[in-house]
Nanobody, 128 residues
Framework: QVQLAESGGGSVQSGGSLNLSCVAS????????MAWFRQAPGKEREGLGG???????AYADSVKGRFTISQDHTKNTLYLQMKNLAPEDTAMYYC??????????????????????WGQGTLVAVSS
């Protein structure tokens, strides 16, 4: 599996925007995928969305229309563009991937427990 490293977290005011990046140490296979998750203090980890090798992306309802996931295969990099952030978006954000084969839930979001690689996380704090 690849190694993942997120960057771009920080503090932002409510209504603001932030862009996260995740660099993979190697190539993702055409049947692999990458995804973003987050975990707020005291809460379970939440899947935000994922993107398949062909670029098709799916999002959780909580972020649909505000967050955009994209990737650049030439740079082995996954992106998360976040806009209209709210205090409830405050969390540690994680990048995850499976370089070989991905499985998806009914919403076409990669299944958390099938992803073989995880980053260390980057903190996003949104103040009101």
């Amino acid at each position: 599996q690849v190694q993942l490293a997120e960057s771009g977290g920080g503090s932002v005011q409510s209504g603001g925007s932030l862009n996260l990046s995740c660099v993979a140490s190697g190539d993702i296979d055409s049947r692999g995928c990458m995804a973003w998750f987050r975990q707020a203090p005291g809460k379970e980890r939440e899947g935000l969305g994922g993107i398949a090798y062909d670029g098709s992306a799916a999002y959780a309802d909580s972020v649909k229309g505000r967050f955009t996931i994209s990737q650049d295969h030439t740079k082995n990099t996954l992106y998360l563009q976040m806009k209209n952030l709210a205090p409830e978006d405050t969390a540690m954000y994680y990048c995850a991937a499976d370089a070989v084969l991905c499985y998806y839930n009914e919403y076409d979001i990669p299944l958390e427990n099938t992803l073989g690689a995880w980053g260390q996380g980057t903190l996003v704090a949104v103040s009101s």
